[in-house]
């Protein structure tokens, strides 16, 4: 690359992009949850998990193990180039193969054929995405621009197009269809990373990569089989549409957060592979504890939280209806702390430095212990007991991951970075979950928001946490040089 991206640019444009995410089913979600009620939320959360594992068959492991790819051959070209068009070659073939299957699964299903007919479009839309080109040379910018247009777009659909529960067929094409316009519009941006040109000299040897994407694949479908298959198992288990819906709203509002929590790893990620192919080992461990850091800031007050307005935020969010998805977030909140072991251990050495097959076997153990789990407790509690299961299943693998990752992490370093945050998110929810007895409605959750900020902040300046007073000074310094300009 002529110019370094800056990580701090690039996480700035990955927060504004993750926000995006957050912010627009921030809109949606509340006139979805009342429009298609919980049953048809339900039957859109089941089909997304069974089109998931074909999604995932026609990527590869490719987003992974491309962006790889790109980020330890970028400074050269005309490699580069090469890698694109073979790794995006392969990527055709497999979504190829994965649409024949598909086509054999609507053939033999037994419910759902429409669904599954218009979700096509999804595995399509695969193929195309190239994203992982533009994050191995971390320009994150063109990523955002043009992908959250498209979502805008989007979400301005839904509420024009979608209007009561018979209209669940169209929401399901107006998610396929956006995902495959956002992977069509990075396509014009391809000059801007090879301005050289986009012709290859030499032949193009696309099953060269073969073998090295299914070594990728295996770490991604275990971790999204392991995320989808409580929704798959609640589908076979309960038979309950209602009972999915539940569990769909209690799990969109985790996704959420964990969607800002870990934009940090998400940009990092090709920095750490670039690290690693240089054996930058000190940088390695400081960027590794920075992005701990980063995430027990957010992670602890989200958590605690969350658990502190859910029976406040759960009537006025999501509607009538939705009472059980209270207890459900309850059980799920830890969820949200557990997780930052796993994916920062998995993100930033397990797979930048080549040890996905030690990744593989981590969230293979998890998935195969959150499917026992859900065997035995969704049949005894439904929902909450795949909470729990995933709960249980994450702690496992975070407990492993911390193991294999015992050369770069000790437990005084999680201890002096904990306990600050965790006293100040202490206090907080104390706060506010007091507040959720005394004040109700959107303005009672707003109130509770706004005193838990204050009170978590407050404390972390006075007990003068490190990591929050050095982001803070960074900040104001950034503030002062603005204002100096203007």
């Known amino acids: 690359m ?16 993750q926000l995006l995410k957050v912010i627009l089913p921030l809109i949606t979600t509340p006139y979805l949850s009342r429009v298609l009620e919980p049953d048809g939320n339900g039957v859109v959360s089941y089909t997304f998990s069974i089109v998931t594992y074909f999604v995932l068959f026609a990527t590869l492991g490719t987003a992974t193990y491309g ?86 777009v989007g979400a301005a659909l839904i509420f024009l197009l979608i209007k009561d529960k018979e209209d669940t067929w169209l929401y399901i094409l107006l998610y396929a269809v956006t995902i495959l316009l956002g992977n069509l519009s990075m396509w014009f941006n391809l000059k801007k990373v090879f301005p050289e040109g986009l012709k290859v000299t030499g032949k193009l040897k696309p099953l060269r990569h073969l073998r090295y994407t299914f070594i990728y694949f295996l770490p991604s479908i275990a971790g999204s089989v392991y995320l989808m298959m409580d929704k798959t198992m609640l589908g076979i288990i309960t038979k309950s549409e209602e009972e999915n819906g539940f569990y769909e709203q209690a799990d969109r509002i985790i996704r959420l957060l964990e969607t800002v929590m870990f934009a940090l790893t998400g940009v990092l990620a090709p920095r750490m592979s670039y690290l690693f192919e240089k054996d930058e080992d000190k940088e390695i461990r400081d960027r590794l504890w920075t992005a701990f850091d980063a995430m027990f800031l957010i992670a602890l007050p989200f958590m605690l939280g969350l658990a502190g307005v859910a029976r406040g935020f759960v009537p006025w969010f999501f509607g009538e209806g939705y009472e059980r998805t209270t207890l459900i977030i309850y059980f799920f909140c830890p969820l949200l702390f557990i997780i930052c072991f796993s994916n920062i251990l998995e993100s930033l050495i397990l797979m930048p430095s080549g040890r996905q097959n030690q990744s593989t076997m981590a969230i293979a153990i998890g998935a195969a212990c959150n499917f026992i789990l859900n065997m035995i407790l969704i049949r005894l509690w439904g929902a909450v007991g795949a909470a729990v299961a995933s709960c249980a299943a994450e702690l496992i693998i975070s407990g ?63 007990l003068k946490d490190d990591f929050f007073m050095s982001s803070l000074t960074y900040v104001f310094s950034k503030l002062k040089k603005l204002l100096k300009r203007n």
């Open 67 to 152: 962006m790889r790819e790109i980020a330890r051959s970028r400074d050269d070209k005309s490699l580069s180039l090469k890698n694109f068009w073979e790794i995006e070659a392969l990527s055709l073939m497999t979504s190829t193969a994965s649409l024949f299957l598909w086509g054999l699964w609507i053939l033999i299903a037994p419910s759902y054929k429409l669904y599954y007919i218009i979700l096509s479009v999804h595995i399509v839309s695969a193929a195309f995405d190239i994203s992982w080109l533009f994050q191995g040379f971390e320009m994150y910018g063109y990523i955002v621009r043009k992908d959250s247009a498209v979502k805008l």
């Open 2 to 17: 002529n110019e370094k991206q800056s990580v701090k640019k690039n996480y700035l444009y990955s927060m504004i992009y």
């Open 400 to 462: 492993i991951t911390l193991y294999l990752c015992r050369d770069y992490v000790f437990v005084s370093g999680f201890a002096k970075r904990l306990w600050k945050k965790l006293v100040a998110a202490g206090l907080m929810f104390g706060a506010v979950f007091y507040l959720g007895g005394v004040v109700g409605g959107i303005l009672g959750t707003l109130i509770q928001v706004a005193v838990g900020a204050v009170i978590y902040f407050t404390v972390l300046v006075i």
